[in-house]
T-cell receptor
Framework: GENVEQHPSTLSVQEGDSAVIKCTYSDSASNYFPWYKQELGKRPQLIIDIRSNVGEKKDQRIAVTLNKTAKHFSLHITETQPEDSAVYFCAASIGGGATNKLIFGTGTLLAVQP | EAQVTQNPRYLITVTGKKLTVTCSQNMNHEYMSWYRQDPGLGLRQIYYSMNVEVTDKGDVPEGYKVSRKEKRNFPLILESPSPNQTSLYFC????????????FGNGTRLTVT
């Protein structure tokens, strides 16, 4: 079936470095790609999203890039800070039309070392 | 404040004892869904609802039931819980299924012994 693969599963960086998390999807009709951040013991919260008609989107230290041809999208966090430590989930819409839904990646545990 | 409220936050029960986890949203969203989160497996959809009285199975529906009698409420029912249903559960709602952000509740950590 349709799925979303996310890598790496864990990522450790030094404070101030950049972090990159990558996801690939299988449904060529996917057109919506959100990223969620989940801090320990809390709910997932949307941090940025991108639609298929856009190749890149930025919001301060966070950016997402989308390559529709290769069916992959990435989250980029620059100048990482300890408060960026969390689990990050990517998701992609699949199905389209009445069956459209979001499928989530398996998550990346990001640890930012002070 | 726009939010999704689920209760309880923590629940410990025994095998076979029926339980209900409540979920309510105040954003007038038509679409609501339930997910379970397990280590290494991410968020997997259990059931979803497109509108009042319209529900359907997600990817892991076995052992669960839902109902949608009112637009704002979407309870998750475990008729006979088993230890493999020990997990972290999230309710979520959205304006437009698959095309707009999901708003998650605070989660319910369920332990079935």
């Amino acid at each position: 079936g349709e799925n979303v693969e996310q890598h790496p599963s864990t990522l450790s960086v030094q404070e101030g470095d950049s972090a990159v998390i990558k996801c690939t999807y299988s449904d060529s009709a996917s057109n919506y790609f959100p990223w969620y951040k989940q801090e320990l013991g809390k709910r997932p919260q949307l941090i940025i999203d991108i639609r298929s008609n856009v190749g890149e989107k930025k919001d301060q230290r966070i950016a997402v890039t989308l390559n529709k041809t290769a069916k992959h999208f990435s989250l980029h966090i620059t100048e990482t800070q300890p408060e960026d430590s969390a689990v990050y989930f990517c998701a992609a819409s699949i199905g389209g039309g009445a069956t459209n839904k979001l499928i989530f990646g398996t998550g990346t545990l990001l640890a930012v070392q002070p | 404040e726009a939010q999704v409220t689920q209760n309880p936050r923590y629940l410990i029960t025994v095998t076979g004892k029926k339980l209900t986890v409540t979920c309510s949203q105040n954003m007038n969203h038509e679409y609501m869904s339930w997910y379970r989160q397990d280590p290494g497996l991410g968020l997997r959809q259990i059931y979803y609802s497109m509108n009042v009285e319209v529900t359907d199975k997600g990817d892991v529906p076995e052992g669960y039931k839902v109902s949608r009698k009112e637009k704002r409420n979407f309870p998750l029912i475990l008729e006979s819980p088993s230890p493999n249903q020990t997990s972290l559960y999230f309710c979520a709602s959205t304006r437009d299924r698959g095309n707009s952000p999901l708003h998650f509740g605070n989660g319910t950590r369920l332990t079935v012994t």
